[in-house]
């Protein structure tokens, strides 16, 4: 099938097997690599506040010139359609990493608070800083439930670099959603043309771009190409298994919302690849990218699946009652160019999913988001599981957003054969760049830092990295301290605690706040946040442990006493005269023996530390 944008054609299906290290390829890799080198220096060197205007306007500045340039080569070369595409999808995921380090020039911190879920993904990476093997850090014994791979790396660059992990969770971040745009880009080349790889891209990024979810959005982007040419048939064929095995390992370790969120719509894909012809080659190949992903995600999932069965969980992270479950999914929201994109795509699968190779496996994914929306929602109303059903719409937006480009290049094909005659020369061109100019301002419009955040306006994530506090208490570069926001003394806590314990000790550690964890690589007893915590740390029965602890009143019984998950080590609580307390649970003063731990008061926020000390 092609389609024909303008002269000369382009062709919905590459012609290229994916064998192939084209011409395009390397351009994409090579100037993606020169670009991202770039992308690094030029804020340091221009040393602009990314919350100013002056530094706001610099990713605009060079998206500009990027894409005046890219559209003049286009121009005048057509016949360079992949050699051209290749080296623009390159600046793209470059201009990508321009964004994001500009929008965090000045701190070291990443996007989002370290109170929520980046805190713990900072946890996580401190932890992998100090050693190779799976847990989680705010479960001390369980191996960790949550993907680890980034975090894993950053806790591997970490020990490599000496930088403590936290310093790095921005630059992993920038990395990670360049490297979505090149992922996409790289296996939708192998299904379609140059310039409809790049327009997919780019809508996909559109769809979803958060980069406090980088892991997130470099997932998805690899996900929806990976499932098409893995549980499908496309005219350019199949990926080799154990590409499609390695790749789908990485997303199981990186992210599992793909496969959980897309449960029933890949069973619906799986059903009709059965049904037709080659049942037993499409059989065989599948079981073998199975296997594959089972080996390279194994590190992960075996001990997480052995844990479960053998000693079962508590299953408690889903029950936060998010206003976003009653939010209309994608693209039933408000109007706006992204969700008429969004709206075209699902029509477009809809009308050509007999027509095009790609609509009903589309179609697959997108009913299937739907209904598990729709039956995760029923649960909830039973027993308050939400099963993140809400995290559908991270899905849909970028599926349905690619849904759009692919349905409107049919739609110009579609006119053009009617009219008889190619559509006007360079109109397919000139829609790819108001596509790649409306997405440059939107995704800037959410990544840069929000300037009225320094007047008391509330920050947006960038802006939250700009007025969040270090570890021991000192204002990123560019803060305004009178609209700072609140911090945690990471820095002195650990500091109490060395006066008791040596250096290299690592203390089971119950603490008010699970920023502590972020800096310090402790274990965690206990997450502070039930609706976040690791299924296998059974944060009920420990929850209990704690409270039965704050009953026992005699001191030298209390520092006896044990848990059946250990003994904590040290205690970082809140001093509220004559009690201190951890969440609802409250010990006495007078349980901590001077003897046995040492305590230490003066500390910022009403905080008290208790230190085991032997």
Same mark, same amino acid.
């Given at each position: 099938?092609?389609?024909?944008?303008?002269?000369?054609?382009?062709?919905?299906?590459?012609?290229?097997?994916?064998?192939?290290?084209?011409?395009?390829?390397?351009?994409?890799?090579?100037?993606?690599?020169?670009?991202?080198?770039?992308?690094?220096?030029?804020?340091?060197?221009?040393?602009?506040?990314?919350?100013?205007?002056?530094?706001?306007?610099?990713?605009?500045?060079?998206?500009?010139?990027?894409?005046?340039?890219?559209?003049?080569?286009?121009?005048?070369?057509?016949?360079?359609?992949?050699?051209?595409?290749?080296?623009?999808?390159?600046?793209?995921?470059?201009?990508?990493?321009?964004?994001?380090?500009?929008?965090?020039?000045?701190?070291?911190?990443?996007?989002?608070?370290?109170?929520?879920?980046?805190?713990?993904?900072?946890?996580?990476?401190?932890?992998?800083?100090?050693? +190779?093997?799976?847990?989680?850090?705010?479960?001390?014994?369980?191996?960790?439930?949550?993907?680890?791979?980034?975090?894993?790396?950053?806790?591997?660059?970490?020990? +490599?670099?000496?930088?403590?992990?936290?310093?790095?969770?921005?630059?992993?971040?920038?990395?990670?959603?360049?490297?979505?745009?090149?992922?996409?880009?790289?296996? @939708?080349?192998?299904?379609?043309?140059?310039?409809?790889?790049?327009?997919?891209?780019?809508?996909?990024?559109?769809?979803?771009?958060?980069?406090?979810?980088?892991?997130?959005?470099?997932?998805?982007?690899?996900?929806?190409?990976?499932?098409?040419?893995?549980?499908?048939?496309?005219?350019?064929?199949?990926?080799?298994?154990?590409?499609?095995?390695?790749?789908?390992?990485? !997303?199981?370790?990186?992210?599992?919302?793909?496969?959980?969120?897309?449960?029933?719509?890949?069973?619906?894909?799986?059903?009709?690849?059965?049904?037709?012809?080659?049942?037993?080659?499409?059989?065989?190949?599948?079981?073998?990218?199975?296997?594959?992903?089972?080996?390279?995600?194994?590190?992960?999932?075996?001990?997480?699946?052995?844990?479960?069965?053998?000693?079962?969980?508590?299953?408690?992270?889903?029950?936060?009652?998010?206003?976003?479950?009653?939010?209309?999914?994608?693209?039933?929201?408000?109007?706006?160019?992204?969700?008429?994109?969004?709206?075209?795509?699902?029509?477009?699968?809809?009308?050509?999913?007999?027509?095009?190779?790609?609509?009903?496996?589309?179609?697959?994914?997108?009913?299937? +988001?739907?209904?598990?929306?729709?039956?995760?929602?029923?649960?909830?109303?039973?027993?308050?599981?939400?099963?993140?059903?809400?995290?559908?719409?991270?899905?849909?937006?970028?599926?349905?957003?690619?849904?759009?480009?692919?349905? !409107?290049?049919?739609?110009?094909?579609?006119?053009?054969?009617?009219?008889?005659?190619?559509?006007?020369?360079?109109?397919?061109?000139?829609?790819?760049?108001?596509?790649?100019?409306?997405?440059?301002?939107?995704?800037?419009?959410?990544?840069?830092?929000?300037?009225?955040?320094?007047?008391?306006?509330?920050?947006?994530?960038?802006?939250?990295?700009?007025?969040?506090?270090?570890?021991?208490?000192?204002?990123?570069?560019?803060?305004?301290?009178?609209?700072?926001?609140?911090?945690?003394?990471?820095?002195?806590?650990?500091?109490?605690?060395?006066?008791?314990?040596?250096?290299?000790?690592?203390?089971?550690?119950?603490?008010?706040?699970?920023?502590?964890?972020?800096?310090?690589?402790?274990?965690?007893?206990?997450?502070?946040?039930?609706?976040?915590?690791?299924?296998?740390?059974? @944060?009920?029965?420990?929850?209990?442990?704690?409270?039965?602890?704050?009953?026992?009143?005699?001191?030298?019984?209390?520092?006896?006493?044990?848990?059946?998950?250990?003994? !904590?080590?040290?205690?970082?609580?809140?001093?509220?005269?004559?009690? @201190?307390?951890?969440?609802?649970?409250?010990?006495?003063?007078?349980?901590?023996?001077?003897?046995?731990?040492?305590?230490?008061?003066?500390?910022?926020?009403?905080?008290?530390?208790?230190?085991?000390?032997?």
């Amino acid at each position: 099938m092609s389609v024909t944008l303008a002269e000369p054609p382009v062709s919905m299906i590459t012609d290229q097997r994916a064998s192939r290290f084209s011409v395009g390829t390397i351009a994409t890799l090579a100037v993606w690599a020169a670009g991202s080198a770039l992308a690094l220096l030029l804020p340091r060197w221009l040393d602009l506040s990314p919350l100013s205007i002056q530094g706001a306007a610099l990713p605009l500045a060079v998206g500009g010139l990027v894409i005046a340039v890219v559209v003049a080569v286009a121009a005048r070369w057509p016949g360079r359609a992949d050699l051209v595409g290749g080296a623009a999808a390159g600046l793209l995921a470059a201009w990508v990493l321009l964004t994001l380090r500009t929008a965090l020039y000045g701190t070291p911190h990443g996007f989002g608070t370290l109170a929520g879920d980046m805190g713990r993904m900072s946890a996580m990476a401190t932890r992998f800083s100090e050693t +190779l093997a799976n847990g989680d850090p705010l479960g001390v014994g369980v191996p960790s439930e949550y993907p680890p791979l980034f975090p894993w790396l950053i806790g591997r660059a970490s020990a +490599l670099s000496g930088v403590p992990a936290w310093r790095l969770l921005g630059y992993a971040e920038m990395i990670s959603m360049s490297v979505a745009v090149i992922a996409a880009y790289l296996l @939708w080349r192998r299904l379609v043309s140059a310039p409809v790889a790049l327009a997919v891209t780019v809508a996909g990024l559109a769809g979803f771009h958060d980069p406090a979810k980088a892991f997130v959005v470099v997932t998805i982007a690899a996900f929806v190409p990976w499932t098409l040419q893995t549980l499908w048939t496309p005219p350019a064929g199949r990926l080799n298994w154990l590409v499609a095995g390695v790749i789908g390992g990485l !997303i199981m370790c990186t992210y599992l919302g793909p496969f959980m969120l897309c449960s029933f719509g890949l069973l619906a894909l799986l059903a009709l690849l059965l049904r037709g012809p080659d049942r037993g080659e499409h059989l065989r190949h599948l079981l073998k990218v199975i296997a594959v992903t089972v080996v390279v995600s194994g590190w992960y999932l075996l001990p997480y699946a052995i844990t479960i069965l053998t000693k079962g969980g508590q299953t408690v992270q889903d029950l936060y009652p998010t206003d976003d479950l009653l939010e209309p999914p994608p693209p039933f929201g408000s109007l706006s160019p992204l969700s008429a994109l969004q709206i075209i795509g699902l029509a477009g699968v809809l009308w050509y999913r007999r027509a095009a190779w790609w609509a009903t496996p589309m179609l697959c994914l997108i009913a299937g +988001l739907y209904l598990y929306r729709a039956v995760m929602l029923a649960r909830f109303t039973v027993d308050g599981h939400t099963m993140l059903a809400h995290y559908t719409s991270r899905m849909l937006g970028p599926i349905l957003a690619v849904c759009g480009v692919l349905t !409107i290049i049919l739609l110009a094909g579609a006119l053009a054969r009617r009219l008889a005659r190619p559509l006007p020369r360079g109109l397919g061109l000139a829609g790819a760049t108001v596509l790649v100019i409306w997405t440059m301002f939107t995704t800037i419009g959410s990544w840069m830092p929000n300037r009225d955040a320094l007047t008391g306006a509330a920050p947006n994530s960038a802006a939250v990295a700009h007025l969040q506090p270090f570890p021991d208490g000192r204002l990123p570069r560019f803060a305004v301290a009178e609209h700072a926001a609140d911090g945690f003394p990471a820095t002195q806590v650990a500091k109490a605690v060395a006066r008791t314990l040596p250096a290299d000790r690592r203390p089971v550690t119950l603490a008010v706040d699970e920023r502590l964890f972020a800096s310090v690589p402790w274990p965690g007893y206990l997450a502070v946040d039930r609706t976040a915590a690791n299924s296998m740390a059974r @944060w009920d029965d420990r929850h209990a442990e704690v409270a039965r602890l704050a009953t026992i009143l005699d001191p030298a019984a209390f520092a006896a006493a044990s848990t059946t998950f250990g003994t !904590i080590d040290v205690f970082v609580l809140w001093n509220e005269g004559d009690v @201190w307390s951890w969440k609802d649970v409250d010990f006495r003063p007078a349980q901590f023996d001077p003897a046995i731990f040492a305590i230490t008061t003066k500390l910022p926020d009403g905080l008290v530390v208790a230190t085991r000390k032997s």
